[in-house]
């Protein structure tokens, strides 16, 4: 990791599988100045990292499907200085936590702008860039999550609780198995 001095040099590596959004992040960071590239699968995420070590890293939570939360110890082993940043567009206590819990130095919900996103990563911002009016973190908090919500946030629990056994996590649920799988293949409800 670059010296603190030499904030605007420092590399980025975005793992991201929504492409639009990835082009969109990568033009405003190298806009910025920043040594920032991308990646859209677990491979390619690798790749990069053990070819680059980025100094930070924004971490997509899901990978096409899979749980990009199994990234941040790989990230960790390949720089152990690494800074991660997580986003979702399902943001939940429960993945938050076990975010910052696996080495995450912060947890945001999509849609981010690149100011909040450099502040999660401890860049202070100069006096001529914008401030947002409020973090999104905090604006996440304040919205009551609806019963579906809820639902889906109790079986993420479970289910990380036993491991991702589907059968296990169906019998503490009292829930049919095959239940329990169509219920985790629905996306998220929003709030």
Same mark, same amino acid.
């Given at each position: 990791m670059?010296?603190s001095g030499? =904030?605007? *040099?420092e590399?980025?590596?975005i793992i991201e599988d929504?492409?639009t959004?990835?082009?969109?992040?990568l #033009?405003? %960071?190298?806009?910025r100045g920043?040594?920032a590239?991308a990646?859209?699968?677990v &491979?390619a995420a690798?790749?990069l990292?053990q070819?680059s070590?980025p100094?930070w890293?924004? %971490?997509d939570l *899901?990978?096409?499907g899979?749980s $990009?939360?199994?990234?941040i110890?790989?990230l960790?082993?390949i720089?152990?200085e690494?800074r !991660?940043?997580?986003?979702?567009?399902?943001? /939940?206590?429960t993945t938050?936590?076990?975010?910052i819990? +696996? $080495?995450?130095?912060?947890y +945001?919900?999509k &849609?981010?702008?690149?100011?909040?996103?450099?502040?999660?990563f $401890?860049?202070t +911002? @100069?006096?001529? =860039?914008s401030?947002?009016e409020?973090?999104?973190?905090?604006? !996440? /908090? @304040?919205?009551p999550?609806?019963?579906?919500?809820? =639902?889906?946030?109790h079986i993420?629990r479970?289910l990380?609780e036993?491991?991702? *056994?589907i059968?296990?996590?169906a019998?503490?649920?009292?829930?049919?198995r095959?239940?329990?799988q169509r219920k985790? +293949?629905? #996306?998220?409800a929003k709030q």
């Open positions: 670059k010296g030499d =904030e605007m *040099n590399s980025i590596l929504d492409d959004f990835s082009a969109t992040l #033009r405003a %960071l190298k806009r920043y040594a590239q990646a859209k699968s &491979p690798l790749g990292a070819a070590a100094d890293v924004v %971490l *899901n990978l096409d899979a $990009g939360l199994t990234l110890p790989r960790r082993e720089s152990a690494c !991660i940043v997580v986003l979702t567009g399902y943001a /939940s206590i938050a936590v076990d975010a819990k +696996l $080495g995450a130095v912060q +945001l919900a &849609p981010v702008d690149v100011d909040t996103l450099l502040r999660a $401890g860049h +911002l @100069q006096a001529d =860039e401030l947002p409020a973090s999104t973190a905090a604006a !996440i /908090s @304040q919205v999550m609806s019963v579906d919500r809820m =639902e889906w946030e993420q479970v990380r036993h491991k991702g *056994n059968s296990s996590t019998r503490a649920l009292n829930m049919h095959r239940t329990l985790l +293949l629905k #996306r998220p």
